[in-house]
């Protein structure tokens, strides 16, 4: 099911105000992870996108160490996207929201909507900086 995109706009803001691009198309998806370091996170309409994981992934994108590209995906909206980036993460049960750090087209973390309901902005961030102090530096 789709979310009428009037509706969702104000919640894809919430993160490209913060310079993450959108992936609306599997295309969009496998030319963004393919090279390099990548935060890609599937946003969502739930409270815990809202109030947890949107805030926290825009203070974790302060932190000197960052993914060279962030992107983002939208579950409801970028209803092909998404899907793509399940199959790439099949290893995974599928989550949203979630984040997950890729390195030249391979994941090497990932948080679940479970780690992000358990958690307030800030630990959210702490946690996104510990790993892209382990995955994104160099």
Same mark, same amino acid.
């Given at each position: 099911?789709?979310?009428?995109?009037?509706?969702?706009?104000?919640?894809?803001?919430?993160?490209?105000?913060?310079?993450?691009?959108?992936?609306?198309?599997?295309?969009?998806?496998?030319?963004?992870? =393919?090279?390099?370091? +990548? &935060? &890609? %996170?599937?946003?969502?309409?739930?409270?815990?996108?809202?109030? /947890?994981?949107?805030?926290?992934?825009? &203070?974790?994108?302060?932190? *000197?160490?960052?993914?060279?590209?962030? =992107?983002? %995906?939208?579950?409801?909206?970028? %209803?092909?996207? +998404?899907?793509?980036?399940?199959?790439?993460? /099949?290893?995974?049960?599928?989550?949203?929201?979630?984040?997950?750090?890729?390195?030249?087209?391979?994941?090497?973390?990932? &948080?679940?909507?479970?780690?992000?309901?358990?958690?307030?902005?800030?630990?959210?961030? /702490?946690?996104?900086? =510990? *790993?892209?102090?382990?995955?994104? =530096?160099?």
């Amino acid at each position: 099911m789709r979310y009428p995109e009037h509706l969702i706009v104000p919640m894809r803001e919430d993160l490209t105000k913060y310079g993450i691009e959108e992936a609306r198309t599997p295309q969009d998806v496998d030319r963004i992870i =393919a090279d390099g370091t +990548v &935060m &890609m %996170v599937v946003n969502s309409v739930c409270g815990c996108a809202a109030g /947890k994981a949107r805030p926290g992934i825009g &203070m974790a994108l302060q932190h *000197a160490v960052k993914p060279a590209k962030s =992107a983002t %995906v939208f579950a409801g909206g970028d %209803v092909e996207a +998404v899907a793509r980036l399940r199959e790439i993460l /099949k290893d995974y049960p599928p989550s949203s929201p979630s984040v997950a750090i890729f390195k030249d087209g391979q994941p090497v973390y990932v &948080m679940h909507r479970f780690q992000i309901e358990q958690s307030d902005p800030f630990t959210i961030a /702490k946690n996104l900086t =510990a *790993a892209f102090d382990q995955y994104c =530096a160099g």
